[in-house]
C-alpha cells in the first residue's frame, strides 16, 4: 500500500478503492473473485502477518517512487524474498514492477512526462511463448500510463523477459521472470473506466481459485 503522511503527523497506508471495484467487476465478467487482504508496510514483520493469514500470492501497487518511502520499500522487499522463497505468484503493477525488475538487476531510467505521466500511449505485445501469461502474443494496443521512471528493452536482465513495448521510445510495459512466476505491468489495470480484456486472463492465470 501507498504510505501517506496525515496533517497530524501520523504515517498511515492506504489504497485506492479502484483495486476492490476492479476485483468486483473481474468477478462478473470471468467469475474471477480471489480473497484480498491489504498487508501494512511493517518491514520484515508483515511476512509473519502474511503467512498467518494463509497468502498465497502478491499484487504490488503503484504509488510512491523507489527509495520515497523506505518503510514500504523494506517491507516489499522483505516479502519478495518470502515469494521467491515459497514460489508465490506476483504481478508487479507500475511501482511494483519497477521493485521486480530492480530486484532482477535493472536500472530505472526517466521517461519522457507528456508521454508517460497521465496519458495514454500506445504499446507492441511480444508475448510469443508460453509465459504469455494471459497477455496478448502479437499485435498491438493502448495503456494508460503514470508514471515518469522505466525500463529500457535493451538493458533488461536476461532473467526478464519483455511482453510490450512502448514503440515511440522502446520502454518495457510489460514483463516476466523467466523462472518465478512473477510478472510486471507498468500501466494501471484499476484506472481503466472498465476492466481490460487483457487484463482479466492476466490475474486469472497468476491467481487461480482453489
Keep these: 500500500m501507498r504510505v501517506v ?13 479502484d483495486w476492490p471495484v476492479l476485483f468486483e467487476r473481474l468477478g ?10 491489504m498487508l501494512p508496510n511493517t518491514g520484515e514483520a ?13 499484487l504490488l501497487t503503484g504509488g510512491d517512487d523507489l527509495g520515497a518511502t523506505p518503510d514500504r520499500d523494506a517491507t516489499e522487499t522483505a516479502l519478495l524474498r518470502w515469494a521467491e522463497q515459497e514460489g508465490l505468484p506476483v504481478l508487479g503493477v507500475c511501482r511494483g514492477a519497477q521493485l521486480l ?11 519522457a512526462r507528456e508521454r508517460h505521466v497521465a496519458a495514454r500511449h500506445a504499446v507492441v ?3 510469443a ?13 493502448e495503456v ?4 515518469a521512471w522505466g525500463l529500457e528493452a535493451a538493458r533488461l536482465p536476461a532473467c526478464l523477459i519483455p511482453q510490450a513495448i512502448c514503440p515511440e521510445d522502446g520502454s518495457v510495459e510489460a514483463f516476466a521472470h523467466a523462472v518465478l512466476p512473477w510478472r510486471g505491468i507498468l500501466w494501471h489495470p484499476e484506472r481503466e473506466a472498465a ?16
Design 28 to 37: 462478473r465478467l470471468g467469475g474471477y473473485a480471489p480473497d484480498w487482504l
Design 5 to 17: 503522511r496525515s496533517d497530524h503527523g501520523e504515517t498511515r497506508d492506504a489504497l485506492a478503492r
Design 125 to 127: 505485445w511480444q508475448a
Design 101 to 111: 525488475a530492480c530486484r532482477a538487476g535493472a536500472e530505472l531510467v526517466p521517461l
Design 144 to 147: 494508460n500510463s503514470y508514471h
Design 129 to 141: 511463448d508460453v509465459r504469455a501469461g494471459g497477455l496478448p502474443r502479437e499485435g498491438g494496443g
Design 46 to 58: 508483515c511476512v509473519a502477518f502474511a503467512r498467518r493469514q494463509g497468502v498465497r500470492g502478491l
Design 195 to 210: 476492466p481490460a480484456p487483457r487484463d482479466l486472463p492476466l490475474m486469472q492465470g497468476l491467481f487461480t481459485l482453489n
